[in-house]
Nanobody, 111 residues
Framework: QVQLVESGGGLVQPGGSLRLSCAAS????????MGWYRQAPGKERELVAI???????SYADPVKGRFTIYRHYPNNTVHLQMNSLKPEETAAYYCHSRAYWGQGTQVTVSS
């Protein structure tokens, strides 16, 4: 079993920044590929960004240039730096790795 625990969500004004963190623990072998997803009310969960075990990254088009996913070695901890946030990005943000999901952290972008 692998546990994923997110942190760092909150309320931010449009144009502001937040950094989300996801810490993995449990029966982990090696470096995990990890990703961030988000789900707004009434919408499907969507991919935001992923990082492979080797450090390669990929982003959804709407967040390119504003969000950065990175990790701290040797810990399986991944961060998502979110800049220039928009109100439409209000959602629950979830950490994912292999078959596991975190509980989510709420991000609210509002003035």
């Amino acid at each position: 079993q692998v546990q994923l625990v997110e942190s760092g969500g909150g309320l931010v004004q449009p144009g502001g920044s937040l950094r989300l963190s996801c810490a993995a623990s449990g029966r982990i072998v090696g470096i995990l590929p990890m990703g961030w997803y988000r789900q707004a009310p009434g919408k499907e969960r969507e991919l935001v960004a992923i990082i492979t075990a080797y450090g390669s990254t990929s982003y959804a088009d709407p967040v390119k240039g504003r969000f950065t996913i990175y990790r701290h070695y040797p810990n399986n901890t991944v961060h998502l730096q979110m800049n220039s946030l928009k109100p439409e990005e209000t959602a629950a943000y979830y950490c994912h790795s292999r078959a596991y999901w975190g509980q989510g952290t709420q991000v609210t972008v509002s003035s």
